[in-house]
Each structure stands twice: as C-alpha cells, then as structure tokens.
C-alpha cells in the first residue's frame, strides 16, 4: 500500500514539475525552473520507491496514464488550454493502450 501512495505523490510531483516547465520560459525565470528540477527529482525519486513493490511495467502505465491526465487537467484549469475531440480520442488511445501493453504482457521465454 505505502508503494502505491509513493506512486501516486510521484505523479503529482511530476505533473506539477511539468506545469512548471512551461512556466519556467526555456529556463529563464528562476521560481518555476527550481519547481522543475525539484519536482521532477522528487518524482523520480518516489517512483524507485514504488518499483520495490509495484512491477515496473503497471507502474509506468499508471504514471504515464495518470501524468497525462493530470497534466491536461492542470493545462486547462491554468492556461485554459482546450482539447479538440480528436486529440482527447488519441489522449485516450495512448493511455488505453499503456495500460493494455502492460497489464497483458505475457512473460518472457
């Protein structure tokens, strides 16, 4: 359980250091380029955490799945950033599709 839960705060920390990417203009405005470097270590840094317990396969389709999500939801909230129909349809396809690649993977021979 404490894996999932570092999985999860790991996400956060990656859609917020994320976010701050665009904020940050190409490293050029100190605040948002600090959130960056520090979100995403902390971010990479939980998500080692998780891996003890959680596969690593159904641990990164839950990352990318839900990061994608999160960084959508946060861009349209912020920067009233809009999805047109077909690319939500395509931002669904990817994350159906990380999901099944990795929730169906036969083992190895």
Do not use: H
Request: proline fraction near 4%; include cysteine.
């Amino acid at each position: 359980m404490k894996s999932v839960i570092f999985l999860l705060i790991a996400i956060i920390s990656e859609v917020i250091a994320t976010c701050a990417l665009k904020e940050s203009a190409s490293f050029t405005r100190p605040v948002p380029s600090l959130i960056v470097i520090i979100g995403y270590g902390v971010a990479f840094y939980l998500f080692t955490i998780s891996l003890k317990q959680i596969p690593l396969g159904i641990a990164y389709a839950i990352w990318s799945g839900l990061g994608t999500v999160g960084t959508i939801l946060v861009a349209n909230y912020l920067w009233d950033e809009k999805l047109q129909l077909a690319q939500l349809a395509g931002v669904i396809l990817i994350i159906i599709g990380s999901v099944m690649v990795n929730l169906f993977k036969q083992p190895s021979l």
